[in-house]
């Protein structure tokens, strides 16, 4: 009995100890013990999932034996026609070649994807059989490549049966898909660490996407060598995109406040919400970004500062891959489907364009200035690690703290002043209003309720930057 009476014994030391970490605690969220779904509105439990990522100077010379170990003998290799000529994608050709991995390259991705250009991609898929895929490129590339993935292994389904409602059905994906390789070339989506494939749905020129944790890469090669290949603004704006999915996945809806409460585990979205895990990834990304970001696209020959950025990149896709984020990537959907005759510096596409990093970025002081009185803690820890200082600063001002700090970072980095200097006016703010309505799945994690004039406003005080 003594042996039992000190078991039990050290489970209850256990669980008192349990009691003060940050899940637990009042100082955190709250209501962590509640029973489950069958007598609460809101969630009561959050799951990690994310891709397994190998990291290393030249790694993608492994691939080929990769996918010999997986056993494939017909492998579609994605990427666009830029990078198709380009050294990531003669290093992964090169290893497939010595490896004597059969394959054909789909090279016509379109950055920033449409429903079109998924289609097309998918067609591709369903003709040739293929066992696994590679992914070479950036998150336009990956989310491509899972798409095709997706729906060659489901040829009855519907297009829109598993894009997210309110737009498409939002069916869960119950059947499986093929191994996946993602080999990113941009330090900024985070794609290869996530189950989401974005595209623009043209009928309605918003942006909507797919999300499914059985999506996700197999296995993301993160080869920091890749990203001296990337343009300065292209830098630039993928680095943005990290800085966002880092402060929206930290700032989100706490899990336990997100609703409703599935009834299956199935039904548990990706985006859950900020939760203790998530919240650790982030936070570090954040660091990163604050070191290296302004020299990674300074100084394309910077491989310290590039490597760096390429990692923070899966830091925030882990983190916002299980957290989710709010109001700038919910906005920025619009921003990017509505362009009208931009022209992205960096950026060698035929057709007109607002990076997905800029779209996002754009809106980013006037949100975290508007969702802050709801968590004004984590708002001014993030302003302090970007580099502010906040020793004299009132939990009322955070909002204002933060969204200078990140003014100041944009000014520095010479970017696009506000949504006027990427082609609209005050004009669009109905339209641009209208196409964040549908991003519900992500605007819902905002941790500050917001309306249509809400909506309006924020659009509003992003025309202007500086």
């Avoid at 394959?103 to 079109?116: A, F, I, L």
């Avoid at 080999?183 to 985070?190: D, I």
């Avoid at 200082?389 to 009322?396: A, F, G, L, T, Y």
Wanted: hydrophobic share 40%; net charge neutral.
């Amino acid at each position: 009995m003594a042996g039992r009476d000190r078991v039990v014994h050290l489970l209850r030391q256990l669980e008192r100890a349990a009691c003060r970490c940050p899940a637990h605690s009042n100082t955190f969220h709250q209501g962590v013990r509640a029973a489950p779904c069958t007598v609460r509105k809101t969630d009561y439990a959050f799951e990690m999932a994310s891709s397994n990522i190998r990291y290393g100077e030249g790694v993608s010379k492994e691939i080929g034996m990769d996918l010999q170990n997986l056993g494939a003998k017909n492998v579609c290799v994605m990427t666009d026609r830029n990078l198709s000529q380009l050294p990531p994608m003669k290093a992964v050709v090169e290893s497939l070649v010595k490896n004597g991995v059969k394959y054909k390259v789909y090279d016509n991705v379109r950055v920033e994807p449409t429903d079109s250009s998924f289609k097309d991609a998918i067609s591709f898929a369903k003709n040739h059989a293929f066992d696994a895929f590679v992914a070479v490129g950036g998150g336009s590339v990956i989310d491509t490549c899972k798409a095709a993935n997706l729906y060659a292994c489901h040829p009855d389904a519907d297009f829109l049966d598993f894009v997210n409602a309110p737009i498409g059905k939002g069916k869960p994906v119950s059947g499986a898909v093929k191994p996946l390789i993602a080999v990113p070339t941009t330090a900024g989506t985070g794609s290869e660490t996530t189950g989401v494939a974005i595209f623009d749905y043209e009928p309605l020129k918003a942006k909507t996407g797919i999300a499914s944790r059985a999506i996700r890469p197999t296995l993301g090669i993160v080869d920091p060598t890749h990203t001296l290949s990337m343009p300065e603004r292209v830098a630039a704006n993928s680095g943005f995109d990290v800085l966002c999915h880092a402060l929206e996945s930290y700032t989100a809806l706490p899990y336990d406040q997100r609703s409703p409460c599935p009834t299956n585990p199935i039904n548990r979205p990706a985006y859950q919400g900020s939760n203790p895990i998530s919240d650790v990834w982030s936070r570090h990304a954040l660091h990163v970004v604050a070191k290296y970001m302004k020299r990674a696209v300074r100084d394309p020959e910077d491989l310290e500062a590039r490597s760096s950025m390429h990692l923070a990149s899966v830091f925030a896709g882990i983190g916002f891959g299980n957290a989710g984020v709010h109001l700038c990537h919910g906005m920025s959907y619009p921003i990017a489907g509505n362009v009208k005759t931009h022209s992205a510096k960096g950026y060698n596409v035929e057709h007109p364009l607002v990076p997905h990093g800029l779209s996002v970025v754009l809106t980013s002081p006037a949100v975290f200035n508007f969702t802050a009185p709801m968590c004004p803690e984590r708002h001014l820890e993030a302003a302090e690690i970007l580099g502010a200082d906040i020793r004299q600063v009132k939990r009322e001002d955070a909002g204002a703290v933060l969204a200078d700090t990140l003014r100041q970072i944009l000014f520095d980095l010479h970017v696009e002043d506000g949504l006027g200097a990427v082609g609209y006016t005050k004009d669009d703010i109905p339209a641009l209003v209208k196409g964040t309505i549908p991003q519900e799945r992500v605007t819902k994690l905002s941790p500050r309720a917001h309306t249509v004039e809400d909506l309006s406003r924020l659009f509003e005080a992003s025309m202007k930057l500086y």
